[in-house]
């Protein structure tokens, strides 16, 4: 038996072991989350009633904060059904997972945190009642260097099991950046290049830590998981932990659905982790391309998007999440401004991304109103037209290359997006002229229509003077066959 919560993992219930109460059982089944059986590259529930995925949040781990029951509501009011739940405690407030001495400050790694635990299971629960789906991404690597090494259970000087000296498992001080990766923590199965066998006791303790939070979310079918935080170890880390998640499923009954997020994926061609992981259907049952939302502006973000779309087109179709959509810090890394963050969100959702949530402040726009007036729009679209009905269509769009975009379905129905405001000349390259319904939505989802009565020219000009720019609609009143 692992030396972690014998009680625990006798009951596989958080609930009894968190309380001792024989009264609390374990939540009630929800339905499940799983690739649409039509078109597996979006979500469905029970994999037939398809769902666009769309988020927003003031934290990425949203279970630490007062104010979640709230946040989800008014999240789900706003037409939002999608968060991101880092299993992350490096915030100011944030509590850890281990249960801690208050004499000596020190934790035990063989006991939780008995509210860091309920806070979690409160939070899927509330979620599962809105229909909102969770990803919850289990290991961050920001949590296990620089500052926030200093406060982590694991950190030698904060716990009795990995006492800090000459055959110390880990060091009390990790101060470069995490993407050099010279933390063993993420190193404690064999070949990886830090591992050593020591390591195999630490593995024990991180185990215990995933036994648990599985014990919580399984019972949960509105539950994604995600390995890491922009990870850079090599993907043995992640593959280990993949197969681990995926047989404790199977252990329960339970099929789950895995992926992990990898740092260089705003460079897919360069990244050869990323290409692999878009082909590996053994580890990863969708994609998160997160990072893709990073560094690129405009054009470059649209070419980027569709290029990774295109080489998952080629693989085994899975969904494509893109859990962060960066905005708002401007940092010198490239989150850009809250702008870039509204539109990368809709070049998103235009190019075919089954589900985007923009991310936290202050690289986010967060759980601001623009960032819930650009799901009301896309909700407002979902209305007329389903986005997974279209595919990018910019040879609809007359004159040189400009920041505006464009799709079409398989009826020649048409839907434009224009980051700010302007105009756009469209050729719908309609085989006869029939009655076209005009629709502009602006950024808050308000709305406008007229209808084009034939005859008309072979291309027309359209414009919008929201300065925050919106979308325009073309549906065609009649079939054109």
């Known amino acids: 038996m692992k030396p972690y919560f014998l009680l625990c993992a006798l009951l596989m219930s958080i609930i009894s072991c968190r309380f001792g109460d024989s009264n609390e059982v374990a939540p009630t089944p929800t339905k499940r989350i799983q690739p649409w059986q039509d078109n597996p590259r979006y979500w469905a529930w029970e994999g037939e009633d398809p769902v666009l995925l769309l988020g927003a949040g003031s934290n990425d781990n949203l279970f630490q904060s007062a104010n979640y029951y709230q946040e989800l509501g008014a999240l789900a009011k706003a037409g939002g059904n999608y968060i991101r739940c880092t299993m992350s405690s490096r915030d100011e407030g944030d509590r850890w997972p281990f249960a801690r001495n208050p004499a000596t400050g020190q934790y035990d790694l063989s ?113 994604l998981y995600c390995i890491n935080n922009e990870t850079s170890t090599p993907p043995a880390w992640g593959h280990y932990w993949a197969d681990y998640v995926h047989q404790k499923a199977r252990e329960d009954g339970k099929r789950v659905y895995v992926t992990d997020m990898f740092d260089n994926f705003y460079r897919p061609q360069q990244c050869h982790d990323c290409l692999a992981a878009i082909q590996d259907t053994t580890h990863y049952d969708f994609i998160d391309i997160s990072q893709v939302n990073g560094r690129h502006f405009q054009r470059n973000h649209w070419d980027t998007v569709n290029l990774v779309l295109s080489l998952a087109k080629a693989a085994p179709a899975r969904p494509a999440n893109c859990t962060k959509v960066y905005g708002g810090g401007n940092s010198g890394w490239g989150s850009g401004t809250n702008a870039d963050g509204i539109a990368r969100f809709n070049r998103d959702l235009l190019a075919g991304v089954a589900s985007v949530r923009h991310h936290r402040p202050p690289y986010g726009n967060g759980f601001s109103g623009a960032a819930l007036s650009s799901i009301r729009a896309a909700r407002t679209i979902e209305k007329r037209i389903k986005f997974w009905d279209l595919q990018p269509a910019q040879e609809v769009l007359v004159g040189p290359p400009k920041d505006i975009y464009a799709a079409k379905d398989k009826k020649g129905n048409i839907l434009i997006y224009l980051p700010t405001a302007g105009e756009v000349i469209v050729r719908p390259g309609l085989k006869k002229q029939v009655p076209i319904k005009f629709t502009v939505i602006g950024y808050l989802g308000t709305q406008r229509s007229e209808t084009l009565q034939p005859p008309y020219q072979e291309e027309f000009r359209l414009f919008t003077e929201e300065e925050r720019g919106g979308w325009m609609l073309l549906e065609l009143l009649e079939e054109t066959l």
Request: charge should be negative; avoid cysteine; glycine fraction near 6%.
């Open 111 to 223: 006991n939780f945190d008995s509210t860091y635990w309920a806070n979690f299971a409160g939070l899927l629960a509330r979620a599962a009642e809105l229909d909102i789906v969770v990803q919850v991404e289990i290991w961050d690597r920001f949590d296990y260097s620089r500052s926030p090494w200093q406060l982590n259970p694991f950190n030698p000087l904060n716990n009795p099991t990995f006492p800090i000296g000459g055959d110390s498992l880990m060091s009390s001080v990790y101060p470069l950046h995490p993407s050099s990766d010279v933390q063993p923590f993420f190193h404690t199965m064999a070949g990886l290049p830090l591992y050593r066998p020591e390591l195999e006791a630490l593995r024990s303790y991180q185990e215990g830590l995933v036994d648990q939070l599985l014990a919580i979310s399984l019972p949960y079918g509105n539950v």
